[in-house]
């Protein structure tokens, strides 16, 4: 847990510095049209989909590297992953990012952050949402598998495996599912990992 008023590491401060320097990245990120492929799509059909998106007047791709279910589509050497047997089989990243870089396309990896079966199973259920009555795990609609955004674990493993993203080379990292479930019964939910410092 974090201590007394530090924030969590999702939380970043930014100053003008700061926003003068990622400018030129907003810049080059404002103006991509994406289609979005899942892994099987880009296995298969990837040469039809880069015709796809020239033709559309697209210019970016997105892919899932950490998908809805937690399971990772990219070699990694992060250790959590290994542990929950979130390593799937891997894309062959380097030959991706080549090929759409020779192609002039804007590579996007998407990463579903906070729901995340993988995680939730793991652990003996420890960073998964609890119910408010019973302390069991709580579970949302059929087949989703949320984890507690309050923990420092699974906000670093998630930071974790976008650092690796990023050294891969991918030129946009989509987190997505950055925040609490908001469907089945959300007033049941118990956040364990919430301290009183917490902002959210």
């Not at 809805?68 to 799937?88: Q, W, Y």
């Not at 119910?131 to 998630?158: K, L």
Request: hydrophobic residues 40%; charged residues 30%.
């Amino acid at each position: 847990t974090h201590r007394q008023g530090r924030q969590p590491p999702l939380f970043f401060r930014i100053g003008a510095a700061r926003i003068r320097r990622d400018h030129a990245l907003h810049e080059r990120a404002s103006e991509r049209r994406a289609l979005y492929a899942s892994v099987p799509a880009v296995r298969r059909r990837l040469p039809l989909l880069l015709s796809t998106i020239k033709k559309c007047g697209l210019n970016a791709i997105v892919v899932d590297m950490k998908d809805d279910f937690g399971a990772l589509h990219f070699t990694t050497s992060n250790a959590t992953a290994a542990e929950i047997g979130a390593r799937g089989r891997a894309l062959d990243v380097v030959s991706l990012l080549r090929r759409l870089r020779r192609e002039g396309v804007y590579a996007i990896a998407r990463m579903v952050v906070f729901k995340d079966e993988k995680l939730y199973r793991a652990y003996e259920n420890r960073y998964a949402i609890r119910h408010a009555w019973t302390n069991e795990p709580w579970e949302g609609r059929p087949n989703e598998y949320w984890v507690d955004p309050h923990s420092d674990f699974v906000q670093e493993y998630n930071i974790s495996l976008a650092r690796e993203l990023g050294a891969l080379g991918f030129d946009e990292i989509q987190f997505d599912y950055v925040r609490f479930p908001s469907d089945g019964p959300t007033n049941l939910c118990s956040y364990r990992f919430k301290q009183k410092s917490d902002v959210f």
